[in-house]
């Protein structure tokens, strides 16, 4: 079992930065793949970004050149920089642990709460 959390969400205003952290606890974090995934309201769950225990990193095209996934193995956490935030960011944001790197929902083992990020235009 891993659990999640996830931090740092809120409200900011277009062209603003927010840093999300989560930090996981349970099984050996290195042997899996971390994620971030975000929902709107009435959307669907969609991929944002993810990195394997070597750093290797995926993005959504839509957040490409604006959003930075990354990793500490030592301490546990990942970590997602979003910069350039424009309202169509706005969504809860979801931490997820897989086993592989993954940009699917379905291949997701385990996930967090969720942090609400806001943003105004």
């Known amino acids: 079992q891993v659990q999640l959390v996830e931090s740092g969400g809120g409200l900011v205003q277009a062209g603003d930065s927010l840093r999300l952290s989560c930090a996981a606890s349970g099984r050996t974090f290195s042997n899996y793949a971390m994620g971030w995934f975000r929902q709107a309201p009435g959307g669907e769950r969609r991929f944002v970004a993810a990195i394997n225990w070597s750093g290797t990193t995926v993005y959504a095209d839509s957040v490409k050149g604006r959003f930075t996934i990354s990793r500490d193995n030592a301490k546990n956490t990942v970590a997602l920089q979003m910069n350039s935030l424009k309202p169509e960011d706005t969504a809860v944001y979801y931490c997820?642990?897989?086993?592989?790197?993954?940009?699917?929902?379905?291949?997701?083992?385990?996930w967090g709460q969720g942090t609400q990020v806001t943003v105004s235009s």
């Open positions: 997820a642990a897989s086993r592989v790197l993954t940009s699917t929902t379905q291949a997701v083992n385990y």
